[in-house]
């Protein structure tokens, strides 16, 4: 079995601030990790994953996250937050053995001016 | 350009209707799912075909029916429709069903109210 948990499901930030959504996970193997985020009204967009190696992952908009094996964490980062940053943000973990892809349930940023 | 592509956009229908959504592709992926997010956000897979074949078939009600008439395609169809499938139908794609290469790309989503 597989699950996700993003424990927050608000963060609020102030413009220029660092901003880091968090995210543990479960899996029996070894996990795929990914980010998503959805705008209001719109598709999610995929923002970056960890499969293998180095543990820092970069993205796209500037986002990163960080794999942490022992805490089974994969925070997701970004050290200086826009107000376009405001959207719904899901983690996702895929089994590496398995083709489910089992999603958090979401984080909302608020990113204000 | 659009690479995951879903017609409608919106969908209002009365109770007991027959409707379908349709999705296609056009990055010449092998994978294709529906998912539906409810009024929560919260987002459940229903469906997965890999070239063609059903690979995922969740626990979702007979009424739901996928098909896939190519790679490229996943259409949707339910019958009789309840008020409770009212939510956001997203399709997505993956060049493969699993390993490191399987990432999924999500459609913009197809709103279905139910009256």
């Known amino acids: 079995a597989q699950s996700v948990a993003q424990p927050e499901d608000q963060v609020n930030v102030a413009e220029g601030n660092p901003l880091t959504v968090k995210c543990t996970y479960s899996v029996s193997g070894n996990p795929y990790l990914f980010w998503y985020v959805q705008y209001p009204n719109r598709g999610l967009q995929f923002l970056l994953k960890y499969i293998t190696g180095d543990n820092l992952v970069k993205g796209s908009y500037g986002f990163e996250a960080e794999f942490n094996k022992s805490q089974t964490s994969f925070h997701l980062k970004k050290p200086s937050a826009l107000v376009s940053d405001s959207a719904l943000y899901f983690c996702a973990v895929r089994d590496g053995n398995d083709y489910k892809l089992s999603f958090g349930a979401g984080t909302t940023v608020t990113v204000r001016a | 350009d659009t690479a995951v592509s879903q017609t409608p956009k919106y969908l209002v229908t009365q109770m007991g209707n027959d409707k379908s959504i349709k999705c296609e592709q056009n990055?010449?992926?092998?994978?294709m799912y529906w998912y539906k997010q409810d009024s929560k956000k919260f987002l459940k897979i229903m469906f997965s075909y890999n070239n063609k074949e059903l690979i995922i078939n969740e626990t979702v009600p007979n009424r739901f029916s996928p098909k896939s008439p190519d790679k490229a395609h996943l259409n949707l169809h339910i019958n009789s429709l309840e008020l409770g499938d009212s939510a956001v139908y997203f399709c997505a794609s993956s060049p493969v069903a699993g390993g490191p290469r399987d990432t999924q790309y999500f459609g913009p989503g197809t709103r279905l109210t139910v009256l």
């Open positions: 990055l010449g992926h092998d994978t």
